[in-house]
């Protein structure tokens, strides 16, 4: 045997090197053959192409021009057309994997791209860090060696899309939380996969150079139930007693059946069952505080389950009440009871233990209690200290002084928790509440904030369960600092909650998604529908929302080189706070970047504090001269003792000025005067004159509406059926179907919409930690009464209808029909998918999601809302080309009014 011939393949072999194509099965196979799973050491790389900000979700691909990435083979010679590299063509490349490992029980392999043929640095003078945003795509494969089927989950780090043979997934893990991986069941052999490349300069930085990184890492699972991340969660024990009587455990059917949870109790507890529900944003608790048997059915396949069910592949929270064994108990194991849906046979179970953490009651420390979406979240409370230099117990009550954390931080890092350490003797509870992710859901708007909002509103019975006999609590007093993200939330909190707000210190905060990274680089648009899409967006636009924290002492505080949020954030916003007259004052920092240790704890922000926590100011304000700007009624509360209930175009803001009992509106339909400050006031609105007294004596608003451009007492009249008038948590664009009162309900036809419905609850996880039930939806389309959360509908052709038959859209087995504003109707066939929200009774909804077949369903779903900045409106009908062409691919887009009519504003194509 010629050893010289020998010693290059020996080499290939051990080294790992990969010639252009090679995959990573060759190298296993020599190497390792005892360990089952490998990825490619290989892959093939197709890009740059152009993105804009948040832009993906709307598809925007260029590729699938020609069919899609998956359509196309490797060819070095081929040419793209590209408007980011030299010559404006892209092409394919070979990029080696910076690692590859496997074990016997899982594989990972991380890459690192980058384009070296696009002058990054002229891009980003003339179009800031949008310009180093740029996706691409890249193909490796999966091995699977032996001869048994592979039980596997997926991480898909900082990836948004993907394809793993011919099974597209959308959602990915653009944030990395890895809470709700797919299951897969892989069979022996090579699986290709394809990775949709974004690059986001929220998720990644815009200052060095703009490459992607990505890791991907298969884990063998039980192919059964199996605890996922992050595992159970419970409050702290403070001074030997349970913070919170309420805990979760995230579980995962990484099964091939579905599951049905019969019920979680303690190790040691064997009593009957007892039950614990949702019903809409309160807990029904029985007798056992040990046992959970979960009521919200979720079966589809049997009308006799009782527990949660999991479909096969599903991850969600299951919620149970919780209490000490014993008094110094370290730990609390419990036993999670469940059994085959599909057998009906053994009952198995496994456990799961969480230990403790014991701490004194005045140390900021973990409670837990129901989020109204259905399932537990936590915050970080400190309760007013033994020193606070208030007066004890009796009448007194504090403010909630109120601590929002960065971007992909917990509460429960000692970043967050302990940032007002130095600051311990304060008069006032101090909360930092979770957002429920380390994103705060949604940059601590709808969801993120409807958790603070839980929090706050959790203190009181904290101070029940705890026995405290401090001072108490008002839940309707904040004071609200945040950093970063924080900042942001600040903002969003003193804009859209004023008549809260005792004071407010945003830290290093961005003014609004669009500012912080501009929304240039989309694909060109009609400038209609980029109006739809930016209106979709306008309660994110703090810059337009200043006006509303008149009579709000503002300090905010940026520092002078912050890389991260530029400091030119906090400067216009100061700006415009000035031109609004308000009360505000600006401190920046020489020489400091985004994040030091003392950040929140500077000398003016503790002088802030000290001030504002004994604030006697009266709350809510009695403003004699003051105007507000309302982009969503649904998540815009009261400012002077007015609340604006719809507005006349929701795809438009809504203005108020008041000048003492003189009010003038713009774009506003209705409102609401809180009799509290108005009590017995004679008042005119746009010149008609109203008298407050009219209200009766237990009224705490008096309602004024507009018909017929005319201002009368009372609400907006019903219109011809009930369902068919919006109201409170109904408005809003798409995103309001986040405002949902109990776990949702994902509908769905079966089997061949089964795929794109487990994404939808996945995806719901991933970014919310939301709970889902999945079900098939019967012969009528009905969804039980008993249900109480909003509902989402997958569906492919007829849509069930459960709405008033002169809802504007209509969608069947070949095509969607839409009705505008004046009464014209259209009607798209042929390839086309929609994504639309319908009413639901009692201020639910259920968004549809549909297609006319598989594909364009795909595509529709992928308008779920769940990156912030998307901009989804509460209408989308796509057709095919929005696969390359983004939003100028839409054949409608635009929102309801409050009688579910399409808006002028709308596009109809």
Same mark, same amino acid.
């Given at each position: 045997?010629?050893?010289?011939?020998?010693?290059?393949?020996?080499?290939?072999?051990?080294?790992?090197?990969?010639?252009?194509?090679?995959?990573?099965?060759?190298?296993?196979?020599?190497?390792?053959?005892?360990?089952?799973?490998?990825?490619?050491?290989?892959?093939?790389?197709?890009?740059?192409?152009?993105?804009?900000?948040?832009?993906?979700?709307?598809?925007?691909?260029?590729?699938?021009?020609?069919?899609?990435?998956?359509?196309?083979?490797?060819?070095?010679?081929?040419?793209?057309?590209?408007?980011?590299?030299?010559?404006?063509?892209?092409?394919?490349?070979?990029?080696?994997?910076?690692?590859?490992?496997?074990?016997?029980?899982?594989?990972?392999?991380?890459?690192?791209?980058?384009?070296?043929?696009?002058?990054?640095?002229?891009?980003?003078?003339?179009?800031?860090?949008?310009?180093?945003?740029?996706?691409?795509?890249?193909?490796?494969?999966?091995?699977?060696?032996?001869?048994?089927?592979?039980?596997?989950?997926?991480?898909?780090?900082?990836?948004?899309?993907?394809?793993?043979?011919?099974?597209?997934?959308?959602?990915?893990?653009?944030?990395?939380?890895?809470?709700?991986?797919?299951?897969?069941?892989?069979?022996?052999?090579?699986?290709?996969?394809?990775?949709?490349?974004?690059?986001?300069?929220?998720?990644?930085?815009?200052? +060095?150079?703009?490459?992607?990184?990505?890791?991907?890492?298969?884990?063998?699972?039980?192919?059964?139930?199996?605890?996922?991340?992050?595992?159970?969660? &419970?409050?702290?024990?403070?001074?030997?007693?349970?913070?919170?009587?309420?805990?979760?455990?995230?579980?995962?059917?990484?099964?091939?059946?579905?599951?049905?949870?019969v019920e979680i109790r303690s190790s040691n507890v064997r009593h009957p069952l007892s039950f614990i529900k949702a019903e809409e944003d309160h807990l029904v608790l029985g007798q056992d505080p040990q046992s959970l048997t979960a009521s919200q059915s979720s079966d589809s396949t049997s009308s006799n389950a009782s527990g949660v069910v999991l479909v096969a592949g599903q991850t969600r929270p299951v919620a149970f009440n919780v209490s000490l064994p014993s008094h110094n108990a370290s730990s609390l194991t419990y036993v999670?009871?469940?059994?085959?849906?599909?057998?009906?046979?053994?009952?198995?179970?496994?456990?799961?233990?969480?230990?403790?953490?014991?701490?004194? !009651?005045?140390?900021?420390?973990?409670?837990?209690?129901?989020?109204?979406?259905?399932?537990?979240?936590?915050?970080?409370?400190?309760?007013?200290?033994? +020193?606070?230099?208030?007066?004890?117990?009796?009448?007194?009550?504090?403010?909630?002084?109120?601590?929002?954390?960065?971007?992909?931080?917990?509460?429960?890092?000692?970043?967050?928790?302990?940032?007002?350490?130095?600051?311990?003797?304060?008069?006032?509870?101090?909360?930092?509440?979770?957002?429920?992710?380390?994103?705060?859901?949604?940059?601590?708007?709808?969801?993120?904030?409807?958790?603070?909002?839980?929090?706050?509103?959790?203190?009181?019975?904290?101070?029940?369960?705890?026995?405290?006999?401090?001072?108490?609590?008002?839940?309707?007093?904040?004071?609200?600092?945040?950093?970063?993200?924080?900042?942001?939330?600040?903002?969003?909190?003193?804009?859209?909650?004023?008549?809260?707000?005792?004071?407010?210190?945003?830290?290093?905060?961005?003014?609004?998604?669009?500012?912080?990274?501009?929304?240039?680089?989309?694909?060109?648009?009609?400038?209609?529908?980029?109006?739809?899409?930016?209106?979709?967006?306008?309660?994110?636009?703090?810059?337009?929302?200043?006006?509303?924290?008149?009579?709000?002492?503002?300090?905010?505080?940026?520092?002078?080189?912050?890389?991260?949020?530029?400091?030119?954030?906090?400067?216009?916003?100061?700006?415009?706070?000035?031109?609004?007259?308000?009360?505000?004052?600006?401190?920046?920092?020489?020489?400091?970047?985004?994040?030091?240790?003392?950040?929140?704890?500077?000398?003016?922000?503790?002088?802030?504090?000290?001030?504002?926590?004994?604030?006697?100011?009266?709350?809510?304000?009695?403003?004699?001269?003051?105007?507000?700007?309302?982009?969503?009624?649904?998540? &815009?509360?009261?400012?002077?003792?007015?609340?604006?209930?719809?507005?006349?175009?929701?795809?438009?803001?809504?203005?108020?000025?008041?000048?003492?009992?003189? !009010?003038?509106?713009?774009?506003?339909?209705?409102?609401?005067?809180?009799?509290?400050?108005?009590?017995?006031?004679?008042?005119?609105?746009?010149?008609?004159?109203?008298?407050?007294?009219?209200?009766?004596?237990?009224?705490?608003?008096?309602?004024?509406?507009?018909?017929?451009?005319?201002?009368?007492?009372?609400?907006?009249?019903?219109?011809?059926?009930?369902?068919?008038?919006?109201?409170?948590?109904?408005?809003?664009?798409?995103?309001?179907?986040?405002?949902?009162?109990?776990?949702?309900?994902?509908?769905?036809?079966?089997?061949?919409?089964?795929?794109?419905?487990?994404?939808?609850?996945?995806?719901?996880?991933?970014?919310?930690?939301?709970?889902?039930?999945?079900?098939?939806?019967?012969?009528?389309?009905?969804?039980?009464?008993?249900?109480?959360?909003?509902?989402?509908?997958?569906?492919?052709?007829?849509?069930?209808? +459960?709405?008033?038959?002169?809802?504007?859209?209509?969608?069947?087995?070949?095509?969607?029909?839409?009705?505008? +504003?004046?009464?014209?109707?259209?009607?798209? &066939?042929?390839?086309?998918?929609?994504?639309?929200?319908?009413?639901?009774?009692?201020?639910?909804?259920?968004?549809?999601?549909?297609?006319?077949?598989?594909?364009?369903?795909?595509?529709?779903?992928?308008?779920?809302?769940?990156?912030?900045?998307?901009?989804?409106?509460?209408?989308? !009908?796509?057709?095919?080309?929005?696969?390359?062409?983004?939003?100028?691919?839409?054949?409608?887009?635009?929102?309801?009014?409050?009688?579910?009519?399409?808006?002028?504003?709308?596009?109809?194509?």
């Amino acid at each position: 045997m010629a050893l010289g011939l020998l010693t290059p393949l020996l080499l290939w072999y051990i080294l790992g090197c990969s010639f252009p194509g090679a995959t990573r099965a060759h190298v296993m196979t020599a190497r390792r053959e005892d360990y089952p799973l490998a990825f490619s050491t290989s892959w093939q790389v197709l890009g740059p192409f152009q993105i804009g900000t948040r832009e993906a979700t709307w598809g925007a691909d260029p590729l699938e021009y020609l069919g899609g990435f998956r359509d196309l083979q490797y060819d070095q010679d081929a040419q793209f057309r590209s408007s980011l590299p030299v010559n404006g063509t892209a092409k394919w490349s070979i990029a080696q994997a910076k690692q590859t490992t496997s074990t016997p029980t899982s594989a990972n392999a991380s890459l690192t791209i980058s384009y070296s043929n696009v002058d990054w640095a002229f891009l980003k003078i003339v179009y800031g860090w949008a310009a180093v945003q740029y996706q691409a795509w890249a193909r490796g494969e999966i091995t699977v060696l032996g001869n048994e089927t592979q039980h596997v989950i997926l991480y898909t780090d900082w990836i948004l899309e993907f394809w793993i043979d011919d099974a597209h997934y959308f959602g990915g893990d653009f944030f990395t939380f890895r809470k709700a991986p797919p299951v897969l069941h892989l069979e022996p052999g090579t699986h290709r996969i394809d990775l949709r490349l974004v690059r986001d300069v929220r998720a990644l930085g815009g200052i +060095n150079e703009p490459t992607i990184d990505v890791l991907l890492e298969l884990q063998q699972t039980t192919g059964t139930l199996e605890l996922a991340k992050p595992g159970v969660l &419970m409050s702290d024990v403070v001074d030997g007693k349970l913070a919170s009587p309420v805990g979760s455990v995230a579980l995962r059917n990484a099964g091939q059946d579905d599951i049905e949870i019969v019920e979680i109790r303690s190790s040691n507890v064997r009593h009957p069952l007892s039950f614990i529900k949702a019903e809409e944003d309160h807990l029904v608790l029985g007798q056992d505080p040990q046992s959970l048997t979960a009521s919200q059915s979720s079966d589809s396949t049997s009308s006799n389950a009782s527990g949660v069910v999991l479909v096969a592949g599903q991850t969600r929270p299951v919620a149970f009440n919780v209490s000490l064994p014993s008094h110094n108990a370290s730990s609390l194991t419990y036993v999670v009871v469940y059994k085959s849906v599909k057998s009906k046979g053994e009952i198995l179970s496994f456990f799961v233990t969480q230990n403790l953490t014991k701490l004194s !009651i005045y140390e900021p420390h973990k409670i837990t209690y129901l989020h109204p979406g259905g399932m537990v979240s936590y915050a970080m409370l400190r309760p007013p200290a033994k +020193n606070a230099t208030c007066e004890p117990g009796g009448d007194t009550t504090l403010p909630v002084l109120l601590g929002l954390h960065g971007a992909g931080l917990e509460a429960d890092n000692g970043k967050v928790a302990h940032a007002l350490d130095p600051v311990a003797d304060l008069c006032a509870w101090v909360l930092f509440p979770t957002g429920v992710t380390p994103w705060s859901g949604d940059d601590w708007h709808n969801w993120g904030f409807t958790d603070v909002e839980a929090a706050v509103n959790s203190i009181p019975g904290w101070i029940t369960s705890a026995g405290w006999r401090g001072p108490d609590v008002d839940v309707n007093r904040w004071i609200i600092s945040g950093h970063s993200n924080g900042g942001q939330g600040t903002w969003y909190a003193l804009t859209h909650r004023p008549d809260h707000i005792v004071a407010a210190a945003p830290v290093s905060g961005y003014a609004s998604i669009q500012k912080y990274v501009p929304y240039e680089l989309w694909q060109p648009a009609d400038p209609r529908r980029t109006a739809v899409i930016s209106g979709s967006l306008n309660s994110y636009r703090h810059e337009m929302l200043m006006e509303n924290a008149q009579g709000i002492p503002i300090v905010q505080q940026h520092g002078e080189i912050d890389d991260n949020v530029p400091a030119y954030n906090s400067r216009l916003l100061s700006q415009m706070l000035f031109q609004a007259g308000t009360n505000s004052s600006y401190y920046e920092l020489p020489g400091k970047n985004h994040w030091f240790d003392t950040v929140m704890t500077t000398d003016d922000l503790k002088e802030f504090y000290r001030t504002q926590t004994s604030s006697t100011e009266a709350i809510p304000r009695r403003l004699q001269s003051f105007s507000f700007v309302v982009a969503d009624p649904g998540d &815009m509360g009261p400012k002077g003792g007015i609340r604006v209930t719809h507005l006349e175009d929701p795809g438009q803001y809504g203005r108020v000025h008041v000048q003492s009992h003189t !009010i003038r509106t713009s774009n506003v339909m209705s409102l609401e005067l809180d009799t509290k400050i108005w009590v017995k006031s004679s008042m005119s609105i746009d010149g008609e004159s109203f008298d407050v007294s009219q209200a009766s004596g237990d009224e705490r608003a008096f309602a004024l509406s507009k018909e017929g451009g005319l201002w009368k007492v009372g609400a907006l009249s019903l219109s011809e059926s009930d369902i068919l008038t919006r109201n409170g948590r109904q408005l809003g664009a798409m995103t309001a179907v986040l405002r949902t009162h109990g776990p949702f309900t994902i509908r769905h036809q079966g089997p061949k919409t089964a795929h794109i419905a487990l994404q939808v609850s996945r995806n719901l996880h991933q970014y919310f930690s939301a709970a889902s039930n999945i079900v098939v939806t019967g012969s009528n389309g009905s969804v039980p009464e008993s249900e109480s959360g909003n509902i989402i509908t997958v569906a492919i052709g007829e849509v069930p209808s +459960n709405v008033h038959p002169n809802f504007p859209i209509q969608a069947g087995a070949t095509g969607v029909s839409i009705r505008d +504003n004046k009464g014209r109707s259209q009607t798209f &066939m042929d390839d086309v998918g929609a994504a639309f929200l319908r009413p639901l009774a009692g201020e639910k909804l259920e968004l549809v999601l549909w297609g006319v077949n598989g594909e364009s369903l795909s595509q529709a779903a992928r308008l779920l809302p769940t990156l912030t900045g998307v901009g989804q409106p509460d209408i989308i !009908i796509l057709g095919r080309t929005a696969r390359w062409r983004g939003v100028e691919g839409a054949l409608a887009l635009g929102f309801f009014d409050h009688s579910w009519n399409v808006t002028p504003s709308s596009v109809v194509w």
